[in-house]
């Protein structure tokens, strides 16, 4: 059978880190801030935030969504990675996490890219989809509550342009979304997953980085 992943034990996962990793000095600083915190799994990687940089650089994105916010570091790595005059629409219900984060936002100096709106993300965007957003924007990334995925990603596909690009994370959720669903957030993954392997409107890569990232290309 050929090589799948390799299991990453402390000592390679240094290694991937000590030779990879370009952290802006904020993100380091918040990664830090955030690392105390009850629930500071929710975090993304670094290695992970630097991927969704390269993925954003690539698609020369300029228009960005953020589904799930947390305390920050995945939004200021997207930020760092837009130009100047970027935009990220970051959405979360949490003012008390996404206030942790919005100092390191600002000492990164990129607070001015970030559009953080507090609301329910399916409500803000239905807005966007309202005010006709429809295919403006280049990048999303959806982590936030798994059973609102489907929403989410139905509203991000339509806000997507054609060859824009989703990125959703926890898809393999520990591993579980493998055995019976005896839960909500696992069932309602699974069912995403099912949906996004037969579904026409996009290209897909399901990476076993972090807890899952699914790749998502608007066709
Ligand atoms: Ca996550």
């Known amino acids: 059978m050929s090589l799948r992943t390799l299991n990453l034990d402390d000592a390679l996962y240094g290694y991937l880190l000590g030779h990879s990793l370009r952290e802006h000095p904020a993100q380091t600083a918040l990664r830090e801030a955030t690392s105390g915190h009850p629930h500071a799994g929710m975090q993304v990687s670094p290695e992970q935030g ?119 994370d926890n898809v393999l959720w520990g591993g579980s979304v493998a055995r019976t669903a005896d839960d909500a957030d696992t069932a309602a993954l699974q069912a995403l997953n099912s949906k996004l392997h037969r579904d026409e409107r996009i290209d897909l890569a399901v990476l076993p980085i972090g807890d899952g990232l699914t790749l998502a290309r608007k066709r």
């Open 50 to 168: 630097q991927l969704m940089q390269l993925l954003v650089r690539i698609l020369g994105a300029r228009q960005a969504i953020e589904v799930g916010v947390f305390t920050g570091y995945s939004a200021l790595a997207v930020a760092l990675a837009l130009p100047d005059d970027g935009h990220l629409l970051a959405c979360d219900i949490s003012d008390e996490y996404t206030a942790i984060g919005r100092p390191y936002w600002e000492a990164a100096g990129v607070a001015h890219k970030i559009e953080l709106r507090l609301a329910p993300a399916r409500a803000t965007l239905d807005a966007q989809l309202a005010g006709g957003a429809a295919g403006r924007y280049d990048f999303a990334f959806i982590d936030a509550d798994k059973t609102g995925y489907d929403a989410y990603y139905e509203r991000c596909l339509s806000l997507l342009r054609p060859g824009g690009l989703l990125a959703i």
